[in-house]
Each structure stands twice: as C-alpha cells, then as structure tokens.
C-alpha cells in the first residue's frame, strides 16, 4: 500500500508499504493492504511501519494527528 506520513512542513515518509502500526486513540491498529476507507484520530505514541513482510520496522515517534485509508490504496498520516 501506498503511505505519506507528513508534518505541516516536512514529508517524512513517502513510499510503498507491507503494513503499519499505529497508536489510535482506542487502542492500537494495524493496517494492511485493501484495507477499507478509513479517518481516526492517533494519540501519542510510536508509528511502526513495515516496508516488507517480516522485516524490522521503521520508526516514527508522534504526539498526535490523524490517520486516512483512502478508497484507492492510500494512507495518509498527518
């Protein structure tokens, strides 16, 4: 799947992924391909990404924002 993770005046990640995990305000969620569309808020946490199955993730420490799964494969983190 496709993932932009992005602050107001940076890109920090932009490219295809296997997975992600992230820290949603009711708990925390794991996203794979063809997921369905969704928009949550994320509290404080760690975003751990996964570029391919069964590899050490990437890490992204975050205070806060919002998660979109798009109806076309994309995931936006802002």
């Known amino acids: 799947m496709k ?7 940076e890109t920090l990640y932009d490219g295809d992924v296997y997975s992600l995990t992230a820290p949603g305000v009711a708990g925390e969620m ?6 369905e569309p969704l928009i949550t808020t994320l509290k404080a946490g760690t975003l751990r990404v996964h570029v391919t199955e069964g590899d050490e993730p990437k890490q992204f420490p ?3 924002g ?4 798009r109806s076309e494969g994309a995931t936006v983190i802002l």
Do not use: C, Y
């Open 3 to 9: 993932l932009v993770i992005a602050k107001i005046d």
């Open 66 to 69: 919002v998660l979109e799964i």
């Open 62 to 64: 975050i205070t806060g």
């Open 30 to 35: 794991t996203v794979l391909g063809h997921h």
